[in-house]
Nanobody
Protein backbone atom coordinates (compact mmCIF):
# COMPACT_ATOMS: atom_id res chain seq x y z
CA UNK A 1 0.00 0.00 0.00
CA UNK A 2 1.50 3.29 -1.14
CA UNK A 3 1.54 6.06 1.45
CA UNK A 4 2.90 9.59 1.35
CA UNK A 5 2.62 11.44 4.65
CA UNK A 6 3.43 15.13 4.87
CA UNK A 7 4.35 17.01 8.04
CA UNK A 8 5.86 20.31 9.12
CA UNK A 9 3.16 22.74 8.10
CA UNK A 10 1.97 25.51 10.38
CA UNK A 11 1.38 29.22 10.79
CA UNK A 12 4.21 31.73 10.50
CA UNK A 13 4.64 35.42 9.94
CA UNK A 14 5.92 36.82 6.68
CA UNK A 15 9.68 36.42 6.45
CA UNK A 16 9.65 33.26 8.52
CA UNK A 17 10.68 29.73 7.63
CA UNK A 18 9.19 26.24 7.63
CA UNK A 19 10.52 22.83 6.67
CA UNK A 20 8.09 20.34 5.21
CA UNK A 21 8.76 16.61 5.20
CA UNK A 22 7.12 13.78 3.28
CA UNK A 23 7.73 10.18 4.24
CA UNK A 24 6.99 7.55 1.61
CA UNK A 25 6.25 3.85 1.90
CA UNK A 26 4.84 1.01 -0.17
CA UNK A 27 6.89 1.55 -3.33
CA UNK A 28 10.53 1.86 -4.40
CA UNK A 29 11.07 5.49 -3.47
CA UNK A 30 14.47 5.84 -5.13
CA UNK A 31 12.99 4.94 -8.53
CA UNK A 32 10.58 7.85 -8.53
CA UNK A 33 10.83 11.54 -9.19
CA UNK A 34 9.29 13.52 -6.33
CA UNK A 35 7.56 16.86 -6.16
CA UNK A 36 5.81 19.43 -4.00
CA UNK A 37 2.58 21.04 -5.15
CA UNK A 38 0.33 23.55 -3.43
CA UNK A 39 -3.28 24.59 -3.69
CA UNK A 40 -4.85 27.71 -2.28
CA UNK A 41 -8.64 28.03 -1.85
CA UNK A 42 -10.31 28.70 -5.18
CA UNK A 43 -7.12 28.13 -7.16
CA UNK A 44 -5.72 25.26 -9.17
CA UNK A 45 -3.06 22.98 -7.80
CA UNK A 46 0.35 24.25 -8.88
CA UNK A 47 3.83 22.81 -8.93
CA UNK A 48 6.26 24.28 -6.42
CA UNK A 49 9.39 22.19 -6.94
CA UNK A 50 10.44 18.77 -8.14
CA UNK A 51 13.50 16.60 -7.72
CA UNK A 52 14.40 13.83 -10.13
CA UNK A 53 15.58 10.45 -8.94
CA UNK A 54 19.09 11.57 -9.94
CA UNK A 55 18.80 14.72 -7.80
CA UNK A 56 18.11 17.29 -10.52
CA UNK A 57 15.83 20.03 -9.18
CA UNK A 58 13.36 22.42 -10.78
CA UNK A 59 11.43 25.27 -9.19
CA UNK A 60 8.46 27.45 -9.94
CA UNK A 61 9.59 31.02 -10.62
CA UNK A 62 7.59 32.26 -7.63
CA UNK A 63 9.74 30.29 -5.16
CA UNK A 64 13.19 30.34 -6.76
CA UNK A 65 15.81 31.53 -4.30
CA UNK A 66 13.50 31.01 -1.32
CA UNK A 67 12.59 27.30 -1.35
CA UNK A 68 14.88 24.27 -1.53
CA UNK A 69 13.75 20.76 -2.33
CA UNK A 70 15.83 17.77 -1.28
CA UNK A 71 15.47 14.04 -0.77
CA UNK A 72 17.00 11.36 1.42
CA UNK A 73 16.65 8.03 -0.33
CA UNK A 74 17.95 6.13 2.71
CA UNK A 75 15.03 7.49 4.74
CA UNK A 76 12.43 7.50 1.92
CA UNK A 77 11.85 11.15 2.77
CA UNK A 78 11.34 14.31 0.74
CA UNK A 79 11.91 17.79 2.14
CA UNK A 80 10.98 21.35 1.28
CA UNK A 81 12.85 24.10 3.08
CA UNK A 82 10.86 27.31 2.78
CA UNK A 83 12.52 30.60 3.71
CA UNK A 84 11.38 34.21 3.50
CA UNK A 85 7.78 33.08 3.36
CA UNK A 86 5.17 35.45 1.93
CA UNK A 87 1.40 35.62 2.47
CA UNK A 88 0.92 34.40 -1.10
CA UNK A 89 2.64 31.14 -0.12
CA UNK A 90 -0.41 30.28 2.00
CA UNK A 91 -1.84 27.01 0.72
CA UNK A 92 -2.20 23.29 1.33
CA UNK A 93 1.07 21.66 0.35
CA UNK A 94 1.15 18.17 -1.14
CA UNK A 95 3.98 15.81 -1.96
CA UNK A 96 3.70 13.55 -4.98
CA UNK A 97 5.61 10.82 -6.81
CA UNK A 98 6.06 10.24 -10.53
CA UNK A 99 7.87 7.55 -12.50
CA UNK A 100 8.44 9.99 -15.36
CA UNK A 101 7.34 13.48 -16.29
CA UNK A 102 9.82 14.83 -18.85
CA UNK A 103 8.91 18.40 -19.71
CA UNK A 104 5.56 18.04 -17.95
CA UNK A 105 6.97 18.35 -14.46
CA UNK A 106 4.48 21.08 -13.59
CA UNK A 107 1.43 18.96 -14.41
CA UNK A 108 -0.30 17.18 -11.51
CA UNK A 109 -1.43 14.57 -14.05
CA UNK A 110 2.17 13.38 -14.38
CA UNK A 111 2.19 12.20 -10.75
CA UNK A 112 0.84 8.83 -9.66
CA UNK A 113 0.89 9.03 -5.88
CA UNK A 114 -0.18 11.86 -3.59
CA UNK A 115 -0.13 12.65 0.09
CA UNK A 116 -3.03 14.16 2.06
CA UNK A 117 -1.40 17.55 2.40
CA UNK A 118 -0.15 19.86 5.15
CA UNK A 119 -1.40 23.41 5.63
CA UNK A 120 0.95 26.39 5.46
CA UNK A 121 -0.40 29.77 6.55
CA UNK A 122 1.68 32.94 6.28
CA UNK A 123 0.41 36.11 7.89
CA UNK A 124 1.51 39.63 7.02
Amino acid sequence: QVQLVESGGGSVQAGGSLRLSCTASGYRYSNYHMGWFRQAPGKEREAVAVIDRDGTTRYADSVKGRFTISRDNAKNTLYLQMNNLKPEDTAMYYCAAALWYGARWTSPHSFSYWGQGTQVTVSS
